[in-house]
């Protein structure tokens, strides 16, 4: 069956058009755009590795047709140094230690992004249930609470 | 996932005459946080998915009627509920739901309407929302109806929605005064799937309970009411022995099912103890 449709969108800041099918996933659509920054990896929305901002709202690539991003904003972790300089909150990952392997930094940078959003001064509480939705495998979780924290503060 | 047809509809009865009554792999899709994981697993091969966002804009709304009633489009996200100044005010038990039930992204993308229409018992909204009376407005290719929220469900996934019909709305009458709470019980993390989900709304009258709703999720196949345990709470006084014929009650009463989040006889414990927390919550207000 070939049900490919073309969409238009805009990808981290540039429009963009490409022809996919309905069965493809936000995350595989990215792949086509050499964009490997949000990764597949629970594939049930719970690890928050495929995190991804749809018109500035965060989803997960792996539980988001690919065709629902036409005509909207599609912003990846691979934008936020768009500038030339890292974000506030990629600067106090590095600063803070908040990794170990990295696979899961991409997904815990965007939603930090989106948390301080809307708490600019975050309690550990709201740190917590805000990133309940990813997991680390090398349990960086305090110095996560910590870089989120800092990035707060600057 | 395998190919499949994707069709996006601009207005709801167009929506409905896309779905097809006696065609199980013709499915609409709102969020499809839900869908994609059936169908990610194979469970569910869709041969056309009926798109629901271009209904959108006009059934996303969240309005509060002159008698206090909140109606929530069924095309509002879950984030939507999360963050809105009514149901904050006026039903904070399900804004509070809301802190646990899965994680942000997929509050950000799941629909009230998928939500509810999924028949997974293991939903946290369709147990708060019957505890609270709720009602769901129902169209279809010749008319629209309307039922209490509980007699949507059917059985194990099941509900009594044709397979052209779509929720429009659902309707949450005003608390007036009625307390209620949801208590939600996992095995692993406190965003997980419950193993048991127990809400409860009741009015209080000289210190005894009056017209109390007790709902029960997770442990059953369906979203269930506790008719016996509701009775043992009707016109008594909240004391202990009260809540404990209440909680054995219920525990009597629930066909409970063991799957991965527990045994039945584990579940039918919890049930026994948490519905008595559950009313301990309600009573006090709870703070988050």
Known sequence: ???????????????????????????????????????????????????????????????????????????????????????????AFIDAGAFQCGY??????????????????????????????????????????????????? | MTPFEMVEPASLQEAVSLLDPQEPTIRPVAGGTALMLMMKSGVFQPMRLVC????????SRITLAANGALRIGAMATLRQV???????????????????????????????????????????????????GARVAIAGPKQSREMPLEELYAGYYETVLEKNELITAVTVPALDGRKAAYMKVTSRTADDWPSLGVAVSFGLKNGAIRDPLVVVSAATVKVTRMKNAEAALQNAAPDDPTLRRAGDAAAEEAEILSDSHGSAPYKRELLRVYLRRAVREALAGSAE
Not at chain 1, 142 to 148: G, K, L, N, Y
């Open chain 1, 1 to 91: 069956m070939n049900t490919a449709r073309t969409i238009t969108f805009t990808l981290n800041g540039q429009q963009v058009s490409t022809a996919i099918e309905p069965h493809r996933n936000l995350v595989e659509l990215l792949q086509r755009f050499d964009l490997f920054g949000s990764r597949e990896s629970c594939g049930q929305g719970l690890c928050g590795c495929c995190t991804v901002l749809v018109d500035d709202v965060a989803v997960s690539g792996c539980l988001y047709f690919a065709t629902w991003v036409d005509g909207k904003s599609v912003t990846t972790v691979e934008h936020l140094d768009a500038d030339g300089a890292l974000s506030p909150v990629q600067q």
């Open chain 2, 52 to 59: 629901l966002h271009g209904i959108e804009p006009e059934h």
């Open chain 1, 104 to 154: 899961c930094t991409p997904g815990f940078i965007l939603m930090s992004h989106q948390l301080l959003k809307e708490h600019p001064n975050p309690s550990d509480d709201d740190i917590r249930h805000y990133l309940s939705g990813n997991l680390c495998r090398c349990a960086a979780y305090p110095e996560i609470i910590e870089a989120v924290k800092l990035a707060a503060k600057r």
């Open chain 2, 82 to 132: 999360e963050k809105d100044a009514n149901v904050a005010a006026r039903l904070p038990v399900l804004k509070r739901a809301m802190r646990t039930l899965s994680n942000v992204r997929v509050r950000n993308v799941a629909r009230v309407g998928g939500a509810l229409a999924h028949g997974d018992p293991h939903m946290d909204l369709p147990p708060v929302l019957a505890a609270l």
